[in-house]
């Protein structure tokens, strides 16, 4: 047993830090104030190979890991949990389903491009009558000669709108129910495929989140993902990574909020001691601490079973659920430590804590990734 991280590893932590250090915190606070999506952050990133971490150099990738990528979606969140999502979603949700379903040619047409980061990625999963019951969906898409016509609507997409590339989910047989879903490649700019509405959000407000909406869209079959009725699978099996991603963001936005907390715990002065000094303080602080490392090992975990072949959807599930619990506490118990300071938009922790909501929220809530956990654990 190996409990500490390969030099590679730590050197995609540097150099992932300084960039958020450098090139992602100064900005956060003002695109989250005005829902701004700074697609020149995303570039920045591309040129340092993120975008691409874990694709071979024969998919425009830099052939790292899961543990790698992992690491770099945390150490950006930990600034900023909606440049966190942003790559989360393009490698986990995006990119993920081509690398591992896709033909050779859809993975030089869409995935190399994904990787080296010239085109951004987005998944259609959710739509308005069916979030957590995802096999419910309604979006159909129907063959039609070489084409399929889709048709329906997505909502909630992660990088809706910027995203040049997504991947979704539509019925091609209604009496099969999961099994009669299919997964596409879609490409922006479609005839009949356009953005609806923009979400106004609590959190994660510098990440778009829009509808995404078909009609009379047609896409030929060289774009569908897998065989017929494969889909519901390549959405599942997408979400067990992608459940890992967010696990990552909500360690990262934690361990953001956690720093921010102890700084100003040694800074802040009442009854003429630091805050530190006091023992309530304290104990909020070695919560807070033990709390983000138990998550942090959680998620490296699932990654390393991911990096090595190895089963690894209930340790992203439980990765999810503590990381995206642990994130909540963190944050709340930040605001906590900073009184009314914590509260008020001069300072960082507050946006950390409506970040961290969402991260008991997507790619599954908390409650199925319980629903998900006994299952695993039913059948063992
Ligand atoms: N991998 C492969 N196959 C899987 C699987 C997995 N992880 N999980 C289930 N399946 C298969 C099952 O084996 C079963 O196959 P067979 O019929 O061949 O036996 C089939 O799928 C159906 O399984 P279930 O009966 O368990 O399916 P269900 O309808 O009861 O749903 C669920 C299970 C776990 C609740 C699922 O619907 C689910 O995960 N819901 C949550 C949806 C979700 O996470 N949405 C997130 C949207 S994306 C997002 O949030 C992105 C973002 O913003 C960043």
Known sequence: MQFRLSEEHEMMRQMVRDFAEKEVKPSAAERDEHEIFDRSIFDKMSKLGMAGIPWGEEYGGVGSDYLS???????????????????????SLASYPIFTFGTEEQKQKYLRPLAEGTKLGAYGLTEPGSGSDAAAMRTTAVRD???????????????????????VF???????????????????????????KKEKKLGIRASATTEIIFEDCRIPSSQRLGSEGEGFKVAMKTLDGGRNGIAAQAVGIAQGAYEEA??????????????????????????????????RLLTYQAAWLEAEGLPYGKAS???????GDTAMEVTTEAVQVFGGYGYSREYPVERMMRDAKITQIYEGTNEIQRVVIAKYISNE
């Open 69 to 91: 990528y992992v690491i770099a979606v945390e150490e950006l969140s930990r600034v900023c949990g909606s440049t966190g999502v942003t790559l989360s979603a393009h490698i």
């Open 145 to 167: 000669g070489d084409d399929y016509i889709l048709n329906g609507s997505k909502i909630f997409i992660t990088n809706g709108g910027d995203a040049e590339i997504y991947v």
């Open 170 to 196: 539509a019925v091609t047989d209604p009496s099969m129910k999961h099994k009669g879903i299919t997964a596409f490649i879609v490409e922006k700019g479609t005839p009949g495929f356009s953005i609806g």
């Open 262 to 295: 102890l700084t100003y715990a040694k800074e802040r002065k009442q009854f003429g001691k630091p805050l530190i000094a006091l023992q309530a303080i304290q104990f909020k602080l070695a919560d807070m601490a033990t709390k983000i490392e138990a998550a």
């Open 317 to 323: 599930a439980m990765a999810k659920l503590f990381a």
